[in-house]
């Protein structure tokens, strides 16, 4: 296995710390909450706790220094604007917290997006073009409504899918009895 | 009855599963978010030196028949500090880098060149990661190989690493 670092997504949780685990070949930088740090001289299970939420989350190293970006934490001034802004925030997926939308995740970089989100929406931009422009950058893994295509496809179609197969399971089975209790009386 | 392995199928299904969910357990999933921007012209931009001393960044420049990389960097990314001597490396190699630091403070950007080296010809500074989300980037540090008509034409996430060197000098030099 080659030596891998890991990169810097900002930090999910303020005052985050930093943790180097070394095994064999392996580098990984992880953050974990401040309120994991006793847990963690605990037990080693734990520890695997941490490794798996760093999966959740991107693993970050150091608290940038700015103060968020003007719109991350304010509203439009407009209430019909802010609505429609708030709405597309809530539709799109942090790319820090991967479990969070940009709304609900406190990561600079869905601050930074927050902001984007809502000078386009000030800036006359319509919810639809500023969620075609964020999709062309990252794919439709940024969107929470992905459309129906050959990928989620499988998701639409698996819940009549497995309908049909425990209908046809269960007709089989109707049948058999039937005839059994036919041969039987 | 005929098939008796028919029975075992459930027990069959609920094996695989509990060994799907303990591989994922052991081995998490990569999480990594590929920009779709490739293959694209470089988004427009326009941003200010991040430092005293150092040239700010246009995507204009980025056009100049020369590929190059454009390495998406922070102060405050320790990663970063790892990469510096792979980036000394291409610089050695005759590759031009350009810098966007995401995020960061003047005086940040300056202790941290002064700290690892500056083998930037231009570092623009990203306050609100605007060019870094024009980019489909999701972290720091990002590489991008530029093409000499200004197309982003690859992606590298994470930090380069020493034996990735020599490819990355070769696609530029493909590239001209």
């Known amino acids: ?82 609505a429609k802004a708030k709405a597309l925030m809530e539709e799109l997926r942090c790319l820090v917290c991967q479990g969070q939308s940009i709304a609900d995740s406190d990561a600079p970089l869905a601050g930074d997006m927050r902001h984007e989100v809502r000078s386009k929406i000030a800036a006359g931009e319509s919810p639809a073009a500023i969620k075609t422009w964020l999709v062309a950058r990252y794919g439709n893994w940024v969107s929470y409504d992905p459309p129906f295509d050959g990928a989620t496809a499988l998701l639409w179609f698996g819940p009549l899918l497995f309908l049909a197969v425990g209908g046809w399971l269960a007709f089989g089975r109707f049948r058999r009895g039937e005839s059994e209790e036919g041969s039987e009386g | 009855m005929k098939n008796r392995w028919v029975l075992f199928v459930p027990l069959a299904i609920m094996g695989l599963l509990f060994g799907a969910f303990i591989y994922r357990l052991t081995v998490p999933a990569e999480t990594l978010i590929r920009s779709q921007w490739i293959d694209k012209p470089m988004p427009l931009f326009d941003l200010p030196p991040a430092t005293a001393g150092v040239e700010g960044l246009k995507s204009s420049q980025l056009a100049d028949g020369r590929p190059r990389l454009v390495n998406v960097f922070a102060s405050w990314c320790i990663p970063c500090r790892a990469e510096a001597p792979q980036l000394e490396a291409l610089k050695a190699a005759g590759v031009p880098i350009d810098g966007i630091a995401i995020r960061d403070r003047p005086d940040d950007v ?41 197309i982003i034409r690859e992606q590298i996430q994470g930090v380069i690493l020493a034996d990735q060197v020599p490819g990355i000098v070769a696609k530029l030099e493909a590239m001209k």
């Open chain 2, 110 to 150: 300056a202790a941290f060149l002064n700290e690892v080296g500056n083998p930037f010809d231009r570092i623009g500074s990203d306050m609100q990661s605007s060019v870094q989300i024009a980019l489909g980037s999701s972290g720091v540090p990002e590489t991008f190989l530029i093409d000499g008509k200004g």
């Open chain 1, 1 to 82: 296995m080659r030596e891998r670092f890991t990169r810097c997504g900002a930090p999910a949780q303020a005052g985050a710390h930093l943790l180097l685990k070394r095994s064999g070949a392996a580098v990984r930088l992880i953050t974990y909450g401040p309120e994991m740090g006793p847990c963690l001289r605990r037990g080693t299970w734990v520890f695997g706790l941490a490794v798996l939420l760093s999966g959740l989350c991107l693993p970050a190293t150091a608290q940038d220094r700015l103060p968020p970006a003007p719109y991350a934490y304010q509203q439009l001034k407009d209430p019909a604007e802010e």
